[in-house]
């Protein structure tokens, strides 16, 4: 059975701060795997999507990278921003999405 | 592009009592996923449809859930007779599916069974 586990749990940051949240993953055999950002109250949002096949995405100031045969993704902030404040979920799809507890994620100015 | 839009934003009733959810996804997915999203457990796939056919309802909790796509723009999660144990958010998420591109995600329906 897929289990995902995301570390820390929480994380308390002044602004500024370079920073990386972890995901783990038991079963290597997924599709792809996707990281969610999720404000207080609302859905999610997807911020990237890293296919099996590749090592990393980048979007702005978001870099992801995937070793699937270690079971582990992480999720690199650079310069922090309070804006960023919100709580990052990863998910790992074999055919539907599996997903971690979160990082709670607040940036302070 | 409107989204993926749920209602009601927020439900309380008292148990027993039916609870109808809604969805209307973003036009042209072909897939729909319903969520439940608990603080003890996360957030967990209850069902989800391809083609308005329902593919996988293995995470629906039990038989009081049932849940329908009658067509491509609309989807219904009930649950009859609710139980305090059913309070949570609810997500909806639709997907292009074909060509593999992220899920969209719903604001939620938060439900509070009394």
């Known amino acids: ?109 | 592009d409107a989204g993926v839009i749920q209602s009601p934003r927020h439900e309380v009733t008292e148990m027993g009592q039916e609870v109808t959810l809604r969805c209307k996804p973003i036009s042209g997915h072909n897939s729909l996923f319903w969520y439940r999203q608990t603080m003890m457990r996360g957030l967990e796939l209850l069902i989800y449809f391809n083609n308005n056919v329902p593919i996988d309802d293995s995470g629906m909790p039990e038989d009081r859930f049932s849940a329908k796509m009658p067509n491509a723009s609309f989807s219904t999660l009930k649950i009859q007779p609710s139980e305090p144990r059913d309070s949570a958010v609810y997500f909806c998420a639709s997907q292009n599916r074909a060509s593999n591109q992220p899920q969209h995600f719903g604001d939620g329906t938060r439900l509070s069974i009394l």
Do not use: M
């Open chain 1, 1 to 109: 059975k897929q289990e995902v586990t995301q570390i820390p749990a929480a994380l308390s940051v002044p602004e500024g701060e370079n920073l990386v949240l972890n995901c783990s993953f038991t079963d290597s055999a997924i599709y792809n795997l996707q990281w969610f950002r999720q404000d207080h109250g609302k859905g999610l949002t997807s911020l990237l999507l890293i296919q099996s096949s590749q090592r990393e995405q980048t979007s702005g100031r978001l870099n992801a990278s995937l070793d699937k045969s270690s079971g582990r993704s992480t999720l690199y902030i650079a310069a922090s921003q309070p804006g960023d404040s919100a709580t990052y979920l990863c998910a790992v799809n074999t055919d539907k999405l599996i997903f971690g507890t979160g990082t709670r994620l607040q940036v302070f100015p």
